[in-house]
């Protein structure tokens, strides 16, 4: 029991001892490969690598031998390339070789070529003109001959007078000329503008008939009516019709009836805006007068129904204002 005892325990020593160790190893190691499963996804990224670098050196290797294939083709043809240009410099030596004796024959030198070498491009056209003036001339001698001889007996004639009829001959039809010129620019500048005109009244046209409706309705607003009177009277009218009213009704008991207020249609003394001047009609005389004619405690009297009549109005349009602390 006791060898048991002791033996245990030294196993017990043992194995801390070799946990002790491993611990020590794993300490060691990097961090990442500490697990077993770590261990293993490292070698299997490893192994993707090294899989990934043979790859790309085979790539690498198959390029390597397409440039060095690409490369001897290249090689072998600068070669012929120079053989080429070897064999054209000695053909270009002999045929300038050629080229100076030629010249030589035909008793030129190079500057002498340069000189005729500008006319090359045209050599035909002058050839041309040469034959052309070589025939014309023949012609022309020709006519020479024959018109001396038909003038052989007869006497010349003054030229004089006919140069001086011919020079204002001239003149007159190059001021003639320079006239019509004149005309027909004029002319074309009328027609362009008789043109331009034409479009511009057709579409004066198509914009009359357009905004007709919209004109009309601008005159009426600004007082070209039966009333001669403006949008914006009428409406101020309107409500001063309202405010009259009222106003009428406070008068009225002020006045035991006699009196109530109107709106004029015409302007007084041709001044002001038509419809908004104030009349008084007087029930007494069945006529309405203007409000000057009034006494001084009359003209009180209507200014105050006039003022609570304006104050009812503006109450009855707005409910949340009361105006007749005002008047109190």
């Known amino acids: 029991m006791t060898l048991a005892v002791t033996a245990a325990g030294k196993a017990e020593t043992a194995l801390a001892g070799a ?13 990442g490969l500490r697990t077993p499963e770590a261990v293993v996804a490292r070698r299997e990224a490893l192994q993707r690598e090294q899989r990934q670098l043979s790859e790309a050196l085979e790539v690498a290797t198959q390029q390597d031998r397409a440039v060095s294939e690409v490369l001897t083709r290249s090689q072998e043809q600068l070669e012929a390339a120079k ?103 004029d002319v074309s500048s009328l027609a362009k503008f008789k043109e331009s005109l034409a479009a511009a009244m057709t579409e004066t046209e198509r914009l009359e008939t357009e905004t007709g409706p919209l004109r009309g309705l601008a005159d009426l607003a600004n007082g070209k009516n039966d009333f001669k009177m403006t949008l914006e009277t009428f409406a101020i009218g309107a409500m001063f019709d309202q405010v009259l009213e009222a106003a009428n009704m406070r008068l009225d008991p002020m006045t035991r009836g006699r009196y109530r207020l109107t709106r004029g249609l015409e302007p007084s003394g041709g001044r002001g805006k038509r419809g908004l001047e104030i009349e008084v009609f007087d029930i007494n005389t069945g006529k309405a007068r203007p409000t000057a004619t009034l006494s001084g405690g009359e003209t009180f009297i209507a200014a105050l129904a006039l003022a609570l009549g304006l104050a009812d109005v503006v109450e009855s349009l707005s409910g949340k204002i009361r105006m007749d602390t005002f008047f109190r």
């Open 19 to 31: 946990r002790a160790k491993l611990d020590t190893v794993i300490e060691a190691l990097p961090e």
């Open 83 to 185: 053989r080429a240009r070897d064999g054209q410099q000695q053909r270009v030596k002999k045929a300038q070789g050629d080229f100076v004796a030629r010249l030589t024959e035909v008793g030129l030198d190079k500057a002498g070529y340069d000189a005729c070498k500008s006319h090359f491009p045209t050599l035909d056209a002058d050839r041309k003109k040469v034959t052309d003036h070589r025939d014309g001339l023949i012609a022309a001698r020709t006519t020479l001959q024959n018109a001396i001889a038909a003038c052989a007996d007869r006497e010349r004639r003054d030229l004089a007078p006919l140069q001086l009829a011919l020079a204002d001959a001239t003149q007159t039809l190059n001021a003639a000329n320079a006239a019509l010129a004149t005309a027909r620019t």
